[in-house]
């Protein structure tokens, strides 16, 4: 398991140019936006524009805070997807033509694998004191990660603070959260394909 802390995170301009990204972790170690197979990532969002098109990607987005963001597609058939914060994400392809409405500035977790050799399932967590939520290994080579958005999360015995990042990458890693204190969340699980 590895602790991503909030400092630790990089950030880094929106591949659009839009915006400003914090790169929370990326695999493999050292991929760009061009030939990354996983990225988890939160952004701060001020104004409505363009989404950034990624061929071939997956994505999930989920609104962490602040307030409602709407997606509206291009594509005929596509309804607008409204995100409030705390709700489930939304899955996307990359490559959809997307345009984001907001009626205040807000702040996103983002979610993306390459489709033709990574999966991925994101989900909002909130949690009591005291409550615990399992990290099952369904699949082979199934990786989590766990992001804290508010409140103090605890895996094993290491604790991750509001803003940082667990990465559970190894079979012999813990396979629970508890939060310490009443706690909101993500929980992704990442694993290969083909």
Same mark, same amino acid.
């Given at each position: ?11 880094? $301009? ?25 990225? *988890?990532?939160?952004?701060?969002? /001020?104004?409505?524009?363009?989404? #950034? ?6 994505? #999930?987005? @989920?609104?962490? @805070?602040?307030?409602? +963001? ?29 345009? %984001?409405? +907001? ?7 983002? *979610?993306?694998?390459r489709?033709? #050799?990574?999966a ?6 909130? =949690? ?5 939520? #399992? =990290? ?8 989590? =990660?766990?992001?804290? *958005? ?10 991750? $603070?509001?803003?940082? %990042?667990?990465?559970l /990458? ?7 959260? *508890? @939060? ?6 993500? +929980?992704?699980? =990442?694993?290969?394909?083909?």
């Amino acid at each position: 398991m590895k602790l991503i802390p909030a400092d630790a995170m990089r950030r880094m $301009p929106w591949k659009n140019g839009g915006g400003v990204t914090t790169e929370i972790a990326i695999a493999p170690a050292g991929a760009t936006l061009d030939n990354f197979d996983w990225r *988890v990532s939160t952004a701060q969002v /001020d104004a409505a524009g363009p989404f #950034s098109r990624f061929v071939g990607i997956d994505r #999930s987005l @989920a609104v962490i @805070a602040g307030g409602r +963001l709407t997606m509206h597609r291009a594509d005929a058939d596509a309804e607008a997807v409204m995100l409030a914060p705390g709700e489930a994400p939304a899955r996307f392809p990359g490559e959809a033509d997307v345009h %984001a409405t +907001l009626d205040a500035p807000l702040s996103d977790f983002n *979610v993306m694998t390459r489709r033709d #050799s990574w999966a991925h399932h994101a989900e909002a967590i909130a =949690l009591a004191a005291g409550e615990r939520r #399992s =990290l099952p290994r369904l699949h082979r080579g199934m990786q989590w =990660l766990v992001y804290c *958005v508010h409140g103090l999360l605890s895996i094993g015995a290491d604790d991750v $603070p509001q803003g940082a %990042a667990a990465w559970l /990458d190894a079979e012999g890693d813990p396979d629970t959260v *508890v @939060a310490r204190v009443g706690s909101v969340g993500y +929980l992704v699980a =990442l694993w290969p394909v083909g």
